[in-house]
Nanobody, 113 residues
């Protein structure tokens, strides 16, 4: 079955960077677009970024545009989220989203001084 496993979260100071990874299995990874979402405490899960199956098209939420970059390596079956210039409001659990509404377990990102 579809399995998604996020990693790379942690605690950083404002202005810092993190790179999240999502390793996928159980489906033909190169056939599907992939997305990142996040959920802050007390808030609804929100869209962050998506990437087409071949990496040719990416989309971002306005709140992260210019700071975050989504990419993928189809040989490694992994999608990445490079997060730069992090702000306290980026603090959330970040989730990978794949085919058939699949979700990973999430990875926590905390931005605080």
């Amino acid at each position: 079955q579809v399995q998604l496993a996020e990693s790379g979260g942690g605690s950083v100071q404002p202005g810092g960077s993190l790179r999240l990874s999502c390793a996928a299995s159980g489906f033909t990874f190169s056939d599907y677009g992939m997305s990142w979402y996040r959920q802050a405490p007390g808030k609804e899960r929100e869209f962050v970024a998506r990437i087409y199956w071949d990496g040719s098209v990416t989309n971002y939420a306005d709140s992260v545009k210019g700071r975050f970059t989504v990419s993928r390596d189809n040989r490694k079956r992994t999608v990445y989220l490079q997060m730069n210039s992090l702000k306290p409001e980026d603090t959330a659990t970040y989730y990978c989203n794949g085919p058939s509404g699949s979700w990973g377990q999430g990875t926590q990102v905390t931005v605080s001084s």
